[in-house]
């Protein structure tokens, strides 16, 4: 599609199995590492990234090629797979299924913002404060 134009922006959240809290600063540093190579492989591209002890939020952008479906599911096995293969062991594992929202430009760089925030509970208000805002109006 060379002559094709698009802005697609997606915020990923997917959980650990059993929402198991297995993701540590290591494994958070490892998973960033291995979703962007995946991601550059898929000729897409990692916005913003954050992952928690139990899940993972991708803000990112998907060619119109590839089902979203598609693209987290090679994002999900790909880490895991190596993850694991660098730790030795099974210590990742991913719940089936995922969420997924869509956002307008203005949306992204708000989102972009709240995942830069380092104090969780500033961040959760902010959280609170974006989807109460896209809820009220046309974001």
Known sequence: MPNTYYELYYH?????KKR???IDDDIGIL???KILKKIK?????MLEFNSYLD????LATIPPKISISDFVGKIKGYSSYEINKIRGEKCIQWQR???ILSLSKKARHLL???????????????LLM??????????
């Open 12 to 16: 990923i959240i997917w959980a650990t």
């Open 20 to 22: 198991m809290e297995l």
């Open 31 to 33: 998973l960033k590492e």
């Open 41 to 45: 492989e898929l000729k897409s591209q």
């Open 55 to 58: 899940h993972c939020h991708l």
């Open 97 to 99: 299924g995922f969420g």
């Open 112 to 126: 972009k913002n709240i995942f830069k925030t380092k104090n969780s509970i500033m961040r959760i208000k902010l």
């Open 130 to 139: 974006f989807w109460n805002l896209c809820r009220r109006s046309r974001f």
